[in-house]
């Protein structure tokens, strides 16, 4: 038995009672955790019924989605089931709805890409003529010359008596139909 006044030599290296420093997480750092799991909910709920059913969810965590959804977002019942929602992401494994999220998002992107290109397209053939539809015809074989030639100059014609962009809104939905076809 020790003398309390004594110095206990007790080897505190080997004590398996007290966790390794490298695991303490600081209360911040739980904080900004709890935070972005929210915002994942949150991304949920915010999402189309379509893209919803994309997303690999367990039971308890979709019926929280599909409730949060019902709740009018301007009362602070929205708010707690948004929280709510975090507290259930926090005890599960979100890296697979992650995924999906961001599978969804790069589809968005290339979606948004491929009508800045149809824009782009349009735009061309509308002022500069024939040769944005030598380009437009090189990158698409199945639009036709004839039916291009003949927006540019429903388009011009539009331009000069300042009338509404009818041609110019066909041209759009002709390319689109055509060039997203092809994909």
Known sequence: MNDPGQYDDTNWDNDDSY???DEIVSKSELKRLSALQQQVGEQLVNLSDAHLKTIPMD??????VTLARKINRKKDGFRRQLQFIGKLMRSRDISPIEEALA???HLHQAQNARFHLLEKTRDAIA???DDAIQAAIDECPALERQKLRQFHRAIGKERSKNA???AYRELFQYLKEH???QD
């Open 19 to 21: 966790p390794e420093h």
């Open 59 to 64: 039971d308890e965590l979709a019926d929280a």
């Open 103 to 105: 599978k969804l998002q």
């Open 127 to 129: 002022d500069r003529g």
């Open 164 to 166: 509404p962009p009818k």
């Open 179 to 181: 060039m997203l076809d």
